[in-house]
Structure formats: C-alpha cells, structure tokens
C-alpha cells in the first residue's frame, strides 16, 4: 500500500523541540523529493521545507529557515524534520508529502498528518 | 514571495451546478499552478497541475485554466463528494506558496 505516515507530534513548550517522522511505503523512497507542509487550526496550508532524493539540496520558508531542519534516511524510507525553538504560531498539523518530479514541485502523496501544539 | 489570491471565499452552489473558482497571482507564475482538494479531517488531495493537467485519477469534471496571473478551476458539474476546500499552489518563484482556500459549500 503506497503511503506516507508521519508520526512525533504532541505538545512542546515554546523554545522547545521536536523531531518528526515521516515513514513511507510502497514506492521507491529514494526516487522522489519529499517536502514538509503545514496547517495551522482552521487555517491554510503553508509550504516549510523541501529535499532532494540524495539530500544534497534543501530549502526552506523563511518562516522556519534556522529553527527546523529536513533530512532523511533512504535506508530506512524516512524523512525528518527536526524543529527548535518552537513558538505558539508552529501549532499545526505537520504533512509530509512527495513532490511530483524534481522539475514540477507538487504535492501528489500526502500523509494523514500529525498535530504539534507549542504551549506552555 | 508569491502571493496567491483566491476568489471568492466561499461559493454556495447546489449539486450539478458548475462552480468557477478564481486563483490571482502576485506576479506571473507562467503555468506553474496546481490546485488541491481538502476535505475535513483529510489531507489535501492534487488535482491539478501546471494550470491545466488532471493528475492521475481525478475526474474529467475538473478542469483548469489560466496562465500568467489568472487562473481558474472549473467543476463542470458538482457531485456532492465536491464539496470541499480548494487551494491554489505556485511554483514558479521559491517559496512555494498556496492561496488561502475557497470554500465550495451546498446551498
């Protein structure tokens, strides 16, 4: 079954961190770029980050450019997103999605999403 | 960055009826838009690409439109699994960057 399941939310303090997973299965992991999306309640969705199949190019908005990092591990079919100094306005759903070719940036498989919530 | 504008907020309709949404860029995005689907408590769903190609599955209802600044999303005849929020996305200028959604409701 092709799919992407992310895992490693929950409530965080502000400046606090937390590491995200994204696992994947049915597909080739190491055939696609892979991007973080986000949505914060009742909100729209706001692009965060994007990697390349070897992880030699990576960006990121300027919203989260210096606090999260995006890696991952073809071996092991999962991507990451390390976040740090966490404040109230990163409360979001946290997608996970492929990007369609590395010339189309698209979002074709997404995963169900897991929620942070930075509180206090 | 890009901004996307998306028009209207919300479009009341019945089933059957065909509903037009509109996605204005910033500045021109050439063809470089895709529009998404959410449903509630879902993930979005793509179905279109670079303004005017169905992604693989979706129903010939859909439709896009648009090059440059304009853009629109036709759904020739709403069936009530229709009734959702779509969002625009550009990638023509990094960041990547969505519209804020249009509602598509029943009336």
């Known amino acids: 079954q092709v799919q992407l399941v992310e895992s490693g939310g929950g409530l965080v303090k502000p400046e606090g961190s937390l590491r995200l997973s994204c696992a994947a299965s049915?597909?080739?992991?190491?055939?696609?770029?892979m991007s973080w999306i986000r949505q914060a309640p009742g909100k729209g969705l706001e692009w965060l980050s994007f990697i390349s199949k070897s992880s030699s190019y990576t960006n990121y908005a300027d919203s989260v450019e210096g606090r999260f990092t995006i890696s991952r591990d073809n071996a092991k079919n999962s991507l990451y997103l390390q976040m740090s100094s966490l404040r109230a306005e990163d409360t979001a759903v946290y997608y996970c999605a492929t990007v369609i070719t590395p010339s189309k940036s698209y979002f074709d498989l997404w995963g169900r999403g897991t929620l942070v919530t930075v509180s206090s | 960055e890009t901004v996307l504008t998306q028009s209207p907020a919300t479009l009341s309709l019945s089933p059957g009826e065909r509903a037009t949404l509109s996605c204005r860029a910033s500045?021109?995005?050439?063809?470089?838009l895709a529009w998404y689907q959410q449903k509630p408590g879902q993930a979005p769903r793509l179905l279109i690409y670079?303004?005017?190609n169905r992604a693989t599955g979706i129903p010939a209802r859909f439709s896009g439109s648009g090059s440059g600044t304009d853009f629109t999303l036709t759904i020739s005849s709403l069936e009530p699994e229709d009734f959702a929020v779509y969002y625009c996305?550009?990638?023509?200028?990094?960041?990547?960057?969505f519209g804020p959604g249009t509602t598509v409701e029943i009336k």
């Open positions: 670079d303004a005017s």
């Open positions: 996305q550009q990638r023509a200028k990094w960041p990547l960057t």
């Open positions: 500045q021109s995005v050439s063809d470089y």
């Open positions: 049915g597909f080739i992991f190491s055939d696609y770029y």
